[in-house]
């Protein structure tokens, strides 16, 4: 009877630290855990089952590692909220799977992505025919972000600027250069891209937003 008291209150404490961690993650959608979040997860799964049903191994010990990973999935995540670059080498970064009514087959093979997965995401979507799509965007999440013709792909925009970091491939899409971005910054003001938080063009038209200036000194 005493042990199965103390598995019950070993769960309760794991319950409350598990939780607790969820919380410090943010709210997303399943779909939308980063490889790090799923990783961590699994492992503190793993990790807490073992914490609750073996007596034997301390709470202390049982849960350390579990203290561990939390700790390095707080650390990365908060590197990546700083740096796009590390952000994209740990959660990957969208990538155009058709683009301009044409599938992109290098993208495809360096996804490995296959003819079959991008149908079977279109169906889901309700698009019979490829092409009816304009724009296709291959998410870090793995589902396919799709833009019809018909829904007037003038609407459709890409970030030229994230997080104070130009997106050069976004440049490549829109037939612009990185000179032409800058110089048309330059004549609105803005001389500085680390100054930029988002910045995106569509029909001739930028829409900036300026980072926090808290921001801009936790950089510096």
């Not at 503190?44 to 073992?50: F, P």
């Not at 079959?116 to 995401?121: A, E, M, N, P, Y």
Request: hydrophobic letters at 45%; glycine letters at 4%.
């Amino acid at each position: 009877m005493s042990e199965i008291i103390v598995i019950l209150l070993r769960t309760v404490v794991v319950f409350i630290i598990i939780l607790t961690f969820f919380r410090f993650m943010g709210k997303k959608e399943l779909g939308e855990l980063s490889l790090l979040d799923i990783i961590v997860s699994l492992m503190i799964a793993e990790l807490a089952v073992i914490a609750i049903e073996d007596p034997e191994v301390s709470m202390a010990r049982g849960l350390a590692p579990i203290f561990l990973l939390i700790l390095i999935q707080v650390t990365l995540t908060t590197i990546s909220l700083k740096n796009q670059k590390f952000r994209d080498l740990i959660e990957g970064r969208p990538v155009m799977i058709i683009e301009n009514g044409k599938i992109n087959q290098t993208n495809m093979r360096k996804q490995r992505y296959n003819i079959d997965d991008v149908l079977f995401q279109l169906r889901e979507k309700g698009v019979s025919d490829i092409r009816q799509v304009d724009f296709a965007i291959l998410e870090r999440s793995g589902n396919l972000s799709i833009f019809r013709k018909e829904d007037n792909s003038s609407v459709f925009t890409l970030p030229l600027i994230q997080d104070g970091v130009i997106q050069d491939d976004h440049l490549k899409v829109i037939n612009r250069t990185k000179e032409w971005l800058l110089s048309e910054l330059a004549q609105k003001g803005y001389d500085h891209i680390r100054d930029i938080f988002y910045c995106s063009y569509m029909n001739g038209h930028f829409f900036i937003e300026e980072r926090d200036k808290r921001s801009i000194k936790s950089r510096m």
